[in-house]
């Protein structure tokens, strides 16, 4: 049973910093890719972030400088590092994991529950 929580949204005033978790517990597979999205208020979801197992990261433009993404391969862990943030960053953050099975289950994707970040003064 493959379990992903977040964790580390909240309020925060604009320019300020929150460093968000996500944890994928579970046995038997590799992740090859950890990634971030979020979803505003009454728009689709989007991408935000997307780090592989050998280290290349992708950004949204709009984050470009100001959210780093990283993991701990030991805990399975994913963070997203957000700095000099603003009201447009106000979304719910969901942490995206790929699976990678050496059994017939091969390739899956899984989901957090989402962890809202609001930014405003």
């Known amino acids: 049973q493959v379990q992903v929580v977040e964790s580390g949204g909240g309020l925060v005033q604009p320019g300020g910093s929150l460093r968000l978790s996500c944890e994928v517990s579970?046995?038997?597979?590799?992740?090859?890719?950890m990634a971030w999205y979020r979803q505003a208020p009454g728009k689709p979801r989007e991408f935000v972030a997307r780090?592989?197992?050998?280290?290349?990261?992708n950004y949204k433009d709009s984050v470009k400088g100001r959210l780093i993404i990283s993991r701990d391969n030991a805990k399975n862990t994913v963070y997203l590092q957000m700095n000099n943030l603003k009201p447009e960053d106000t979304a719910v953050y969901y942490c995206?994991?790929?699976?990678?099975?050496?059994?017939?289950?091969?390739?899956?994707?899984?989901w957090g529950q989402g962890t809202l970040v609001t930014v405003s003064s």
């Open positions: 780090l592989l197992y050998g280290g290349s990261t």
């Open positions: 579970g046995t038997g597979f590799d992740m090859p890719l």
């Open positions: 995206n994991a790929g699976l990678q099975y050496g059994d017939e289950r091969g390739y899956l994707e899984v």
